[in-house]
């Protein structure tokens, strides 16, 4: 008789649950006796004690499922190999996008990096170059606005025009926030936000998406920058927030289709960076801000731009910096792959448990 792995689980946890409370029937063969039948031991068939079987079939059940993630995670990850590659990244003078290109150059890629300040830039490709791996890689600068649709397109004709070849990797840095209450803000400080964190990043993916298809670019990747701020919000963050959230809609829409182009798309999720930027966003922000921010530690650049490139080598496509992102990045998924089905059920368990605290916020 064949008999089914679900009726093996079945007799575990009903039938044989309810032979071990009443101990007056015989107890059916477990998961693990049958297991053992097929085994050397199997003189210790009906021997063991009736939890000591159900938690070895627990345990089995749970390598099983693990290993079963592993592998499928192995098996269907985009690849992420820097060396050789030319990447592009805007915000790329300071901050993470600076820390994020000194990592890339030390992989061996070539280099574009994208700001508005000439000052900045020259002082960050000096830097980058210092961290190339070889002689031959070449690190290159382009001043210009994010928020500029001509300027958009200039990037990349410079890029072409000086690298001789389109981007494989775009990685969209450039953002800024100043933070304050709803009723502090003008109407136009909603309308400078917007216009860089979202549409600078939107602007940046549709340029280098319809490069990558021209160019026949395999395994391209285009990587957003969100915050745990477009997972979450609260007091402070209203012109912020929600360029972050629009980021998570944009790229979610990418992600689904632009894999017919074999353009893999990512979003990163970073919590405090400790950056100019933070410096700068620190005057205007307001107290309770900064006491609810307390809950945060807080990264350096080159940690977080660590983070980044570890979630890209496992293939995630979103990318978090810390346990308490990762419990808002599983319950908040949407329609998103997980980062592995059975560790990411777990997660969203415990964060599902977790917004009780949360609401009391
Ligand atoms: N710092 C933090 O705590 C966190 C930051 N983030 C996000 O990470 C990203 C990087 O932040 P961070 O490193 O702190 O920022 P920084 O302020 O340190 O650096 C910003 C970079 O973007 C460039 N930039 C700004 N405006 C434009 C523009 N209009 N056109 C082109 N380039 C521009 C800046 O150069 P220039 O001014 O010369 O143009 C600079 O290179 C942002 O998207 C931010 O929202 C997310 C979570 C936390
Ligand atoms: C039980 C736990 C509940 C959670 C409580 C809240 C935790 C606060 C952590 C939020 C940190 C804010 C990061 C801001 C990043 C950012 O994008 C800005 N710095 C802009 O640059």
């Known amino acids: 008789m064949r008999v089914g792995f679900m009726e093996i689980e079945s007799q575990l946890f009903s039938t044989y649950f309810l032979c071990f409370v009443s ?9 693990v006796d049958h297991i053992l039948k097929l085994t050397p031991y199997s003189g210790m068939v009906g021997q063991l004690h009736p939890w000591q ?34 990447c592009l990244i805007t ?9 994020l ?47 500029s649709k001509t300027d958009i397109v200039r990037i990349f004709d410079e890029t072409k025009a000086k690298m001789n070849r389109d981007p494989d990797y775009v990685f969209a840095c450039a953002g800024a926030s100043f ?8 109407m136009e400080d909603f309308e400078f936000l917007s216009n860089l964190n979202y549409l600078g990043q939107a602007y940046i993916a549709h340029q280098a998406a319809k490069r990558m298809v021209e160019s026949k670019i395999k395994d391209g990747k285009i990587v957003f920058v969100s915050s745990v701020l477009g997972l979450m919000s609260f007091a402070g963050w209203s012109t912020y927030s929600p360029t972050k959230y629009a980021v998570r809609g944009l790229a979610d829409t990418l992600r689904n289709e632009l894999q017919r182009y074999t353009i893999n798309v990512h979003i990163f999720f970073p919590g405090t960076i400790f950056t100019p930027g933070f410096e700068i966003e620190n005057q205007t922000k307001p107290h309770v801000t900064k006491v609810i921010e307390g809950a945060s530690e807080g990264q350096t650049p080159e940690e977080c731009a660590r983070s980044l490139t570890k979630g890209l ?6 990318i978090t910096t810390d346990f308490l992102t990762e419990l808002l990045r599983t319950v908040g998924r949407g ?14 368990s415990v964060g599902w448990a977790s917004h009780f605290t949360w609401t009391t916020l």
């Open 179 to 186: 933070p304050k209450m709803f009723l502090d803000h003008t």
């Open 23 to 31: 101990k007056k029937v015989r107890m059916p063969l477990s998961l």
């Open 313 to 318: 080598e496992a293939g995630y496509y979103a």
């Open 335 to 348: 329609v998103g792959p997980t980062n592995g089905f059975f560790s990411d059920w777990i997660l969203s």
């Open 91 to 99: 915000g790329g003078s300071t901050g993470l996008g600076k820390a």
């Open 101 to 147: 290109a000194v990592s890339m150059a030390a992989s061996g890629a070539d280099v574009v990096i994208v700001a508005r300040r000439q000052a900045e830039l020259a002082v960050a490709v000096k830097e980058i170059e210092a961290k190339k791996l070889n002689a031959s890689q070449i690190v290159l600068a382009v001043s210009a606005d994010v928020t």
């Open 53 to 86: 079987s159900a938690l070895i079939s627990l345990a089995v059940v749970l390598v099983a499922t693990v290993t079963a993630q592993v592998i499928y995670r192995r098996a269907t990850r985009p690849p992420f190999r820097p060396a050789g590659k030319l």
